[in-house]
């Protein structure tokens, strides 16, 4: 949870996706399944998938500048409060260098109150 309203890192992410000289150029099809929810009404939680070449970023820390934004989703909390929103990010990646990438997902409140993200998972398969 954060009341941030700047991406910050959830801790949470895949292990190292190893891409060699064979798979890169290759897709990678990534799914993330998760809920968001504020504590505030007509507040907002975005979640931000990140992919990285060092690691995942420690819970809290701001995403590093070396690090790529892919894309985002974000929902405004209607009804009740702290009412879980499913937030799915699906999203195709293709490696252009070998080494080692990984992806997580950050959370950021919209305009104050308290973002959280709940029973979150990160899958990573190869798109061929």
């Known amino acids: 949870s954060t009341t941030s309203t700047t991406p910050l890192s959830t801790g949470l992410g895949t ?9 890169v150029n290759l897709p990678l099809v990534v799914n993330f399944y998760g809920y968001g929810y504020n504590n505030t009404l007509g507040d907002g939680v975005t979640l931000s998938l990140y992919v990285s070449t060092a690691g995942v970023p420690a819970q809290g820390s701001a995403p590093p500048s070396t690090d790529t934004l892919l894309t985002s989703i974000t929902v405004t909390q209607e ?15 293709t490696p252009t260098a070998t080494g080692n990438y990984y992806f997580y ?24």
């Open 105 to 128: 997902v950050a959370v950021n409140s919209v305009t104050g109150g308290t973002a959280t993200i709940a029973t979150p998972s990160t899958i990573v398969t190869r798109g061929w």
């Open 79 to 93: 009804g009740l409060v702290s009412n879980p929103n499913s937030m799915p990010i699906p999203y195709v990646y």
């Open 15 to 23: 292990a190292k996706i190893v891409v060699s000289a064979q798979t």
